[in-house]
C-alpha cells in the first residue's frame, strides 16, 4: 500500500500550465537555445571556443515555464550566471585538485549570488563546468566568461523578453512593487486602509515564515485576491449587476449642449452622467469636474459670473468655449457588463475610487448605472436584488 501512496506524486503535475502553453514554452526553449548556439558561433572570435554553456538548458526551463519567478527576473539570471563563470574559471585556474576546486566554485558561487541578490540554480552548474571540461575550457582563461557565458546570457535574456511578453503575452520582467506616492489634486484618492491584505502584508508573512515562494509578491498577492474574490461569491449567491443597478438612468450624447446637460445634472440631482451614442453605446462621461475644468479659476472674476458664462450657449455662429459635451466629458470610462458579479465592483469602487459605473448589456449598449450606494446595499442585505426586480 505504501508503494501506491507514493505513486499518487507520480500524478503531481509540478507546473500549472494548459497544454497550449506547455507547448509554446517546449517551442521556446527550442528556439532560444537553437538561436544561441548560432549567434554565439557568429560572435566567437576562433572556432575553438564552446558555443554554449550547458546550464542554458536549465535556465530555459526556468526562465520559459515559471518566469514569474524570483529566481527567473532578468538579475538573477544575468548576475548569477556571469558570478558563477568567473568564480569558476578562477577556481579552475588557481585550484589543482577537482573535488577541492568543484566544491569551492558551487559554495563560492552561491555566496556570492546570495551576497548580491541574483540567486540562479543554473549558475551553480555554470561554475562547475571550467572545472569538469579540464584544459578545453581553462585554456580560454577569463575570456571564458565573455565567450560564451556573456553572449549565451544576453541572447538568452533578449529572446526571453520578447517570447514572453509579444508571444506569450507574459507579464515579463515581473513588475517591482511600486510605493505609493502623493497625487495631486482633482485626481481619484486610494483608501489608507485598503480591505483585506497588501503586498506589504504579504511581504512581511513571508519573511517571517522564511519559506521559498517561487513567484513575485505581486502575482501572490493576485491569487490570493482572487481566491478571496471566488469565495465572497460562493458566499454571497450569484447576484448580478443587472439585478442592483438603476435602469431607469440619464445619459446625453456626444452633440448635446453644455446648457442642457447641466440643467440634466441639476434637476436631478446627479453628480455624473454617461455619454453615449446614437446606438446607446457608452463613449464617455460627464461629471461636475468636467464643467468646472474649463473655467479659470485663477481669475478674480466672481466664479458664479464665470459659470454662468460658461453654462449658457453662445448666440453666435463661432463660440470661444466648448458648447457640446462631447468637448469636454471624460473619455475614458470603465463600464461592466450587466452579467457581471458585484463582487467584481468592490475593487473598482473601494480601492480605485469610481463611485458610478455605467452597465452595458451584450452588445455593449447602456442598460443602467451602479452607485455606491446600490453596491453597500446589496452587500448588507441580499434580497435587495429581489426587491428591485419587484
Not at 35 to 47: D, E, G, H, N
Not at 282 to 296: A, E, M, P, S
Request: hydrophobic residues 45%; glycine residues 6%; proline residues 5%.
Amino acid at each position: 500500500m505504501k508503494i501506491f501512496y507514493f505513486l499518487k506524486y507520480l500524478a503531481v503535475d509540478p507546473v500549472n500550465l494548459s497544454i497550449k502553453f506547455k507547448l509554446i514554452s517546449l517551442m521556446a526553449c527550442f528556439c532560444s537555445i537553437f538561436f544561441i548556439a548560432l549567434i554565439t558561433k557568429i560572435v566567437s572570435p576562433w572556432p575553438g571556443y564552446p558555443m554554449i554553456v550547458a546550464s542554458m538548458g536549465a535556465s530555459a526551463i526556468i526562465l520559459f515555464f515559471i518566469p514569474g519567478s524570483p529566481l527567473a527576473q532578468p538579475w538573477p539570471f544575468v548576475g548569477g550566471q556571469l558570478i558563477s563563470a568567473t568564480v569558476g574559471i578562477a577556481c579552475a585556474l588557481n585550484i589543482s585538485e577537482i573535488s577541492t576546486a568543484a566544491a569551492t566554485a558551487v559554495g563560492g558561487s552561491i555566496l556570492l549570488m546570495l551576497i548580491f541578490r541574483c540567486l540562479h540554480p543554473p549558475g551553480a552548474a555554470t561554475s562547475l563546468t571550467p572545472i569538469m571540461a579540464g584544459a578545453s575550457i581553462t585554456s580560454l582563461g577569463y575570456s571564458f566568461v565573455l565567450v560564451p557565458v556573456a553572449i549565451n546570457v544576453f541572447t538568452m535574456l533578449c529572446l526571453t523578453i520578447f517570447i514572453n511578453r509579444w508571444v506569450m503575452g507574459r507579464d515579463y520582467p515581473s513588475p517591482l512593487p511600486v510605493k505609493k506616492v502623493s497625487r495631486q489634486r482633482h485626481t481619484i484618492s486610494e483608501p489608507s486602509h485598503h480591505v483585506g491584505f497588501s503586498e506589504h502584508d504579504l511581504s512581511q508573512a513571508i519573511e517571517k515564515s522564511n519559506v521559498f515562494v517561487d513567484m513575485t509578491h505581486a502575482e501572490l498577492s493576485q491569487l490570493l485576491s482572487q481566491a478571496e474574490l471566488n469565495s465572497f461569491k460562493r458566499l454571497k449567491g450569484n447576484i448580478s449587476c443587472a439585478e442592483i443597478m438603476i435602469k431607469e438612468t440619464f445619459a446625453v450624447e456626444y452633440g448635446t449642449e453644455v446648457e442642457d446637460a447641466w440643467e440634466i445634472m441639476r434637476t436631478q440631482k446627479l453628480k455624473a452622467m454617461p455619454v453615449i451614442d446614437r446606438a446607446k453605446r457608452v463613449i464617455g462621461i460627464i461629471t461636475w469636474n468636467d464643467f468646472f475644468k474649463c473655467i479659470d479659476l485663477n481669475a478674480y472674476d466672481c466664479f458664479q459670473d464665470r459659470f454662468r458664462t460658461f453654462i449658457r450657449r453662445t448666440p453666435d455662429v463661432s463660440a470661444s468655449k466648448p458648447e457640446a459635451v462631447g468637448l469636454i466629458m471624460t473619455g475614458s470610462v470603465i463600464t461592466v457588463p450587466d452579467t457581471t458579479h458585484i463582487a467584481d465592483l468592490v475593487a473598482l469602487m473601494s480601492v480605485q475610487g469610481h463611485r458610478q459605473i455605467p452597465i452595458v448589456n451584450a452588445e455593449r449598449r447602456l442598460v443602467g448605472m451602479v452607485y455606491q450606494a446600490n453596491l453597500i446595499a446589496a452587500l448588507y442585505n441580499e434580497q435587495l436584488a429581489q426587491k428591485n426586480e419587484a
